[in-house]
């Protein structure tokens, strides 16, 4: 394809499972990624995204937390330590990008998730109406691609919600609890993604994160994920594509073995694909590439070795590419090791190889 297509084209394309004029490219550098980028050449008046010409993807979130206060609770140089939304303490890096260390959850048991539960309820100062009043017609009119944050499952409510024991605990002891929280995080987001609905801000995908895996296995057994988990994340899809919505999972760790469960009820695309984890991306194409489409797979560990990150590239990008079904990214982040040099070069290659 000689013209240039938008990202809205590309992307419609790739879900499709159709080729395209180049694959869609995106990625996520740190903050502290960006801070360096910007010391090394980076003008600070462009976005990087821009800058390096890559596709246009924008995001409306809502707020489905239960809203406890937010309040700095000890400060230095080095780290902040804060209260959130959801109820955590956690304690985040000032200099460096990463996961923050998370140190304690109001949400401890059934009698405080009842008073959590009852501060969840969808209105309408949970969304940012302003924010889409001033750009929704120029993201349509520069053909990016809208995707509905959705916040749900496994992986928000272990991590930003209850903690990963208590949640691992309570799926083996008290699962109905653990499918009240869950279902209760997708029926906040439904409700006020309806309203931005309903206001004619329509988008294009639904995208949540629910990390399932780590290194070389998943957190839980296939029969737990088939008695919990999926039939939440099954409504999801169902209530996307009931809008002719996309279905986009973020699911970091080795998952391969949920990968039928998640066609099965309607994914579209799976991210992030984690190598290091053991998923194996050319097998994961060659499997079900018919079924799903893929985002990510470039071993972010090789962002240390640029050399070998080249190599990595030229070798699973014309695999991944095939047919379409394919959105261009590292399979986790950026981190602050890649110099603004070495990532102009990670996205010319992409684009060199992820041209048809």
Partial sequence: MATELTTHERMTRMLAHKDADRVPITDSPWGSTLARWRREGLPGDVAWDRY????????????NSPRFEVKTIEETDEWVITHTQWGAT?????????????????????DTWAKAKARMTPTRDRVDFKRLQENYARWRSE????????????????????????VLMAMVEDPQWMIEVMNRELDMSIAMHEMVWDAGYHFDSIYWPDDMGYKGKTFFSIDMYREIVKPIHKR???WAH?????????SCGDVRSFVPELIEIGIDALNPLEVKA???????????????????????????????????????????KQNGGYILSSDHSVPDSVSFKEFGRFIELAKELGRY
């Fill in 242 to 250: 009931a809008r002719g919505v996309k279905v986009h999972l973020h």
């Fill in 236 to 238: 999801a899809a169902d």
């Fill in 143 to 166: 053909g990016a691609w809208i995707t509905a944050g959705f916040w749900f499952g496994f992986d928000v409510t272990h991590s930003w919600f209850l903690g990963t024991d208590r």
């Fill in 90 to 110: 956690i304690k985040s890096w000032k200099k460096h990008g990463g996961v923050p260390e998370f140190i304690d959850f109001d949400v401890r048991d059934r």
């Fill in 278 to 320: 053991g998923m194996d991306p050319a097998w994961l194409k060659r499997t079900y590439g018919k079924q799903l489409a893929f985002h990510g797979g470039l071993n972010a560990v090789l962002f240390g070795d640029m050399q070998k990150m080249e190599q990595h590239m030229r070798q699973i990008v014309p695999i991944l």
């Fill in 52 to 63: 390096f010409g890559l596709d246009q993807f924008q995001s409306i979130g809502v707020d």
